[in-house]
């Protein structure tokens, strides 16, 4: 008589991280949704292409290393703008100017193609006797 032998089921190893990753995002008993993730501003620094006191939009051309690329930057309704010499507001900031921006980052699953909402705009005036 021949007894069936029975083979172990075979079992990834990372099993336990997949079946972590698929319950790590559910609420606990007593919580009743997800905690919405906690955002915290970035800074930027580069030079104003465009203004769009409009659409309260501005286009940024920044780097990092060689790679050069145009950010575009929602405008907060409430956001602090700080040109020297000027007033306080979108239309100040000009073409050419360089800026340091405080900006909130969309989150990852947005598809917008807005970089960020700026909550903090820094013009700087560049000494050409520096250069």
């Known amino acids: 008589m021949h007894s069936k032998v029975r083979r172990p089921t075979f079992v990834p190893a990372r ?31 580069g030079t104003v292409q465009a203004v769009d006191t409009r659409g309260q939009t501005l286009d940024v ?18 956001c602090e703008i ?25 989150p990852a699953f947005a598809r917008t193609p807005v970089g960020g909402i700026a909550v903090t705009i820094r013009a700087f005036q560049i000494d050409a006797s520096m250069m």
Do not use: N, W
């Open 15 to 45: 099993a336990p991280l997949v079946l972590f990753a698929l319950f790590a995002g559910l609420p606990s008993p007593g919580q009743s949704s997800p905690q919405a993730p906690h955002t915290t501003a970035v800074l930027m620094a």
């Open 61 to 78: 051309i920044t780097s990092v290393g060689h790679a050069v690329r145009v950010v575009r930057m929602q405008v907060a309704g409430d």
């Open 82 to 106: 700080d040109v020297p010499g000027s007033s306080a507001e979108l239309a100040s900031v000009k073409p050419g100017t360089f800026v340091r921006i405080e900006y909130v980052a969309p």
